[in-house]
């Protein structure tokens, strides 16, 4: 068998301890972000226009009316990377100061791949109406609100009101970022078992932020079976125990489907996965419609490890890691989306947006296979698509 040279970098990956080599390295630095001016100050001339006295007139001017701090301030480009830390990757509620690597994370993409400032603050409190308050009195500084990491389902009243009260864009990440990415892999998953849309039936389980915002999104593409299921099973329009969101998506269960993953496996062509470790096993997957989809996404150990969804016949798999084909992150979304915000100079979004950015994104890979229907975070030209897509956007 003929070795090809990604799959020798898979492997050489995974023997790397990127935990260890993650402490060492933020040990070195003291974290990952610095502040660098974009004013050089080489004398008095500059100072002086820098600082005090000529600053006074650029005060006065965003006094006189405060959409110009949107041209004379930092305000024009930067976002503020907002978290509780109640939700933080796969590790739960650790905190607003074990939140603040991912945060950082955060930021230092955007700068990269959209050159937008962004700046993470992690607040210590996880009361809805504080964070709430407390966003709310940023607006002066911020550009846009990326809020990450806050837990269901307090995230999404968080973001409705939000998005209601500020002037600038909001955008909880963990909801759409998740989701776009999700859709951009699963449109180009079905050309490769060859199936549509319309006739697959799709099994969602974790009804969380990603959750919600991924099984609205593919309803928004024209998916129209989709079961979703929490710790007590599938998500019907029977049971009494729903939330308003959960009520919502239960209507996407249109055979209004009863009973355990385990129960209805065989009625799904597809498995969304955005909960915890060890959820599907390898009979599961033998069980599914023919040429099962897996995407097993809880990070950063999945609902099934793709060597058991391979062995249980699956034809295409996906991660949330690195480590393996096919990695679903919502890196390749929030960059380009805060780079097409800003520049479009508007707070609205919505679902059919969402969806543009995921076709296109979906689009650069123009061939895909099993082993390949995302492209690489690497490659700025996503980031640049999907920029474009927003800030055009009608």
């Given at each position: 068998m003929k070795i090809t040279k990604s799959k020798v970098e898979q492997e050489s990956v995974k023997k790397m301890d990127f935990g260890k080599m993650s402490i060492n390295a933020h040990k070195k630095f003291g974290g990952k972000l610095e502040l660098v001016s974009k004013f050089k100050l080489k004398n008095k001339v500059d100072l002086s226009i820098a600082y005090t006295?000529?600053?006074?007139?650029?005060?006065?001017?965003?006094?006189?009316?405060?959409?110009?701090?949107?041209?004379?301030?930092?305000?024009?480009?930067?976002?503020?990377?907002?978290?509780?830390?109640?939700?933080?990757?796969?590790?739960?509620?650790?905190?607003?100061?074990?939140?603040?690597?991912?945060?950082?994370?955060?930021?230092?993409?955007?700068?990269?791949?959209?050159?937008?400032?962004?700046?993470?603050?992690?607040?210590?409190?996880?009361?809805?109406?504080?964070?709430?308050?407390?966003?709310?009195?940023?607006?002066?500084?911020?550009?846009?609100?990326?809020?990450?990491?806050?837990?269901?389902?307090?995230?999404?009243?968080?973001?409705?009101?939000?998005?209601?009260?500020?002037?600038?864009?909001?955008?909880?990440?963990?909801?759409?970022?998740?989701?776009?990415?999700?859709v951009a892999g699963f449109i180009n998953s079905l050309k490769v078992v060859n199936k549509k849309k319309q006739e697959v039936n799709v099994a969602v389980v974790g009804a969380g932020a990603a959750g919600i915002a991924t099984i609205r999104l593919l309803n928004e593409y024209g998916v129209k079976n989709i079961v979703t299921f929490d710790t007590k099973g599938a998500i019907n329009i029977g049971r009494t125990d729903l939330s308003k969101e959960k009520f919502e998506i239960a209507k996407y269960n249109i055979k209004n489907l009863d009973g355990s993953l385990k129960d209805l496996i065989q009625h799904f062509d597809v498995f969304i996965g955005l909960s915890k470790p060890n959820v599907l096993t390898v009979e599961d997957v033998e069980n599914m419609r023919l040429d099962p989809i897996i995407f097993a996404l809880a990070n950063p150990s999945p609902e099934i490890m793709p060597e058991l969804a391979k062995k249980g016949g699956a034809k295409v798999i996906a991660t949330g890691r690195s480590?393996?084909?096919n990695q679903i992150n919502n890196s390749l979304f929030f960059p380009g989306f805060w780079r097409g915000m800003l520049d479009r100079k508007s707070k609205d979004y919505n679902t059919k947006m969402l969806i543009k950015c995921a076709e296109v994104i979906a689009g650069l890979v123009p061939k895909p296979t099993s082993e390949k229907i995302l492209p690489s975070t690497l490659d700025k030209k996503v980031h640049e698509e999907v920029a474009k897509v927003v800030r055009n956007y009608k």
């Open positions: 006295p000529g600053v006074a007139e650029v005060c006065l001017e965003i006094a006189k009316d405060v959409k110009n701090a949107k041209v004379l301030s930092l305000k024009k480009n930067t976002i503020a990377v907002v978290s509780d830390g109640s939700a933080v990757l796969g590790l739960g509620n650790i905190g607003a100061y074990g939140a603040i690597p991912v945060m950082e994370g955060k930021a230092v993409l955007m700068k990269h791949f959209a050159g937008v400032d962004a700046f993470p603050i992690c607040v210590q409190t996880q009361d809805t109406e504080e964070i709430i308050n407390f966003v709310r009195n940023l607006e002066p500084v911020f550009g846009g609100i990326n809020l990450e990491d806050i837990a269901a389902p307090k995230c999404f009243e968080i973001e409705e009101r939000l998005i209601k009260e500020l002037g600038i864009p909001v955008m909880h990440d963990d909801q759409w970022g998740a989701g776009v990415v999700a480590d393996y084909p």
